[in-house]
């Protein structure tokens, strides 16, 4: 018998096949095979990954050294970046040690060194091109190339990412970010060298002209920050809660802080309906039509990556069938 | 060799043992033995549940059908109440076949009949005190009694949570407002009798006055939210995390979005500096006193419970020195 949205536990995690897979043939398209390097903590799950595998994608982006370990054994280690700075020396040799392609990225002479003591072969520098967060000044990433070639590092290029601009909701304003941060990139990349000029995310996909890759990661499921951005991609996640409380002026269902990302803000309620507020195991909410406790409501989260970090499992669903059940195995760090 | 802080991989929860033991302790003597039915919710933890129960509280809360068989699993089922609504048939039958004293709340007509058809025994009836959430009118609260035990249902009394002014910082408006619900839970109780009259929080714990027990669960760790209300509790969890970048103006620390609960707003820096913003897996701060690369920072979460479900352990410290690491082991649903 086929098991059905109905049949699920709840609060749980729906993914709409034909949503995602969409999303994963428009980025395909645009940035076909090695110019779109997937970051996995959007989603955080080697099903998925090796979804976007199938569609001529070798090389992936991860944030923590857990990442990088579960993809590797998960056989999608072909050329894994760690767009992140680590300095643990335990966890950079657990990275060395893998039967992966495995490159980091550095952004100082303390994150060089405990790279290069770790025996790791590969790095970018990280070049900080306007967001206040990791990477080096501009002016620096050339001696710090020369540092790690000195210390035995290959250098494959630079990265850089213009996260103050990709959630700008004025196009015009988000493409010319997009260009003043890849200048600083490319100026970096010109005392470099290598390869490799990493760049972007799912907001300037389709602007970033300068990277030679992208690091696209939300594309996949998507959220409602994201969504008002007006690109063309389609919300493929859904956290699925029951009903369990009805009274005169509201409802509440089993969603809440603990399987939603909240940093930006509230939920929002697809099929109708007014958010009041979460709570920890609860979702208050005024119905646009009646409900009844039992009924079931989909709630789409404001913030993809914080979201799916509470959730061991991601249901794959075709209308209301639930067609696969993926773990999300690379949570934690 | 003892293992120290220094030795932790970051971003990792700590818990000073001595702060932690005070608020225990604190409480402990405020409301002795059944007084106090901690909440398990704040805590994800049995290790934690029994040290609570080392103190003479037997009883405890809990908000999700697996902390309720994580509880009973670890021998501490004397007497779990679910104070939430469960619709699940699947998950109600777990609860019944528990090794446990099991009570739960129902606050309609659908939850009690979905309880009695699981076989459970207990329950309380939970009636809506003036937080916009579950719980049933007061003057529902009777029939509501009557029908359950119709059915089969020993009713053990009545629970109701003041969540609208546990958190108000006003502490006469708080014991006000405090009073006029428990003035509602106390007409519903009149309708429905038994022992029970569960109700509380942390911020209320020295001022309910009418409930039979207090269910607080924030009090063992706290956060920054609740030490506004200048209760006479410690702060006990910090999030430890490595600085994994330094530039001229702010430096990065490698806690984020997936390690703090973010719906109360940016945690804080007890050791002086100025946080600037979290991404998923960054902190970036401006620090009070130059720091380096490798070096490690405290953060106080701004809400305890959204923040423990995100990690795998709670490592016990005194001082530097870690003495325990427990598992995060009720998390999920």
């Known amino acids: 018998m086929t098991r059905t949205i109905h049949d699920l536990a709840t609060p749980a995690l729906l993914v709409d096949v034909d949503d995602l897979d969409a999303n994963l043939d428009l980025l395909s398209a645009a940035l076909p095979g090695d110019r779109l390097r997937p970051h996995v903590k959007a989603h955080k799950c080697t099903a998925l990954a090796r979804r976007q595998a199938g569609r001529g994608h070798r090389n992936f982006t991860c944030a923590t050294v857990r990442e990088m370990v579960g993809m590797a054994a998960a056989g999608l280690g072909d050329d894994l970046l760690l767009a992140n700075e680590v300095v643990d020396p335990e966890r950079l040799k657990r990275l060395a040690a893998l039967d992966a392609r495995v490159t980091v990225a550095i952004d100082s002479e303390a994150t060089l060194r405990a790279a290069a003591a770790a025996g790791l072969r590969e790095v970018l520098i990280d070049v900080n091109v306007g967001l206040p967060r990791c990477g080096c000044p501009v002016e620096q990433a050339g001696s710090l190339a020369d540092l790690a070639r000195t210390n035995g590092l290959e250098v494959r290029g630079v990265m850089g990412y213009e996260g103050h601009v990709v959630g700008n909701e004025d196009r015009d304003a988000r493409e010319k970010g997009c260009e003043e941060s890849m200048e600083l990139l490319l100026r970096a990349h010109a005392d470099v060298g290598g390869e490799v000029v ?11 002209r300068w990277a030679t890759e992208i690091q696209a990661g939300s594309y996949a499921l998507m959220d409602t920050a994201y969504a008002k951005l007006g690109l063309p991609l389609r919300q493929a996640l859904q956290l699925w809660c029951s009903v369990i409380s009805v009274s005169e002026r509201f409802a509440v269902a089993d969603g809440g802080l603990k399987s939603l990302g909240m940093d930006h803000g509230n939920p929002s309620l697809p099929d109708g309906g007014k958010l009041w507020f979460c709570s920890d195991e609860h979702i208050t909410f005024a119905p646009e039509t009646p409900v009844a406790v039992g009924d079931r409501i989909r709630v789409t989260p404001a913030h993809v990556d914080p979201t799916v970090a509470y959730h061991e499992r991601l249901h794959l669903v ?11 195995d690379l949570r934690g760090w």
């Open 318 to 328: 075709s209308g209301e069938a639930v067609v696969d059940s993926w773990e999300v």
């Open 198 to 208: 990493s760049a972007g995310g799912t907001g300037t996909y389709d602007c970033n």
